[in-house]
């Protein structure tokens, strides 16, 4: 796939991409430069542990699509690709 830096300096990453890494608007991303390659990879959600009695669990602040089993199954599939 091939897209262009326009004047201000934006680069648009095509819609089959942003999909396939299940990217969405106004996901912050990490960018830097290694060996002569421009990497962008999401950043890390901050995450903390919560003991809630029965078990712990990873809770964030950030809003935080719900997980199904589909979404599961999903990205099983594509990570067995």
């Given amino acids: ?32 430069e290694r ?3 421009l990497e962008i990879v999401p950043t890390a959600t901050h995450m903390r542990l ?5 078990g712990v669990a990873a809770v964030t602040d950030a809003d935080m699509p719900v997980l199904t089993a ?3 199954r ?8």
Wanted: aromatic share 0%; charged share 35%; proline share 2%.
């Fill in 35 to 37: 060996d002569g390659r």
């Fill in 70 to 72: 589909e979404v599961v």
């Fill in 1 to 32: 796939m091939r897209t262009a830096i326009d004047s201000a300096g934006r680069v648009v990453i095509p819609k089959a991409l942003r999909d396939a890494l299940g990217l969405a608007a106004g996901q912050s991303l990490e960018i830097a």
């Fill in 50 to 54: 919560v003991d809630e009695g029965d």
């Fill in 74 to 81: 999903d990205t099983l599939e594509r990570t067995r690709r």
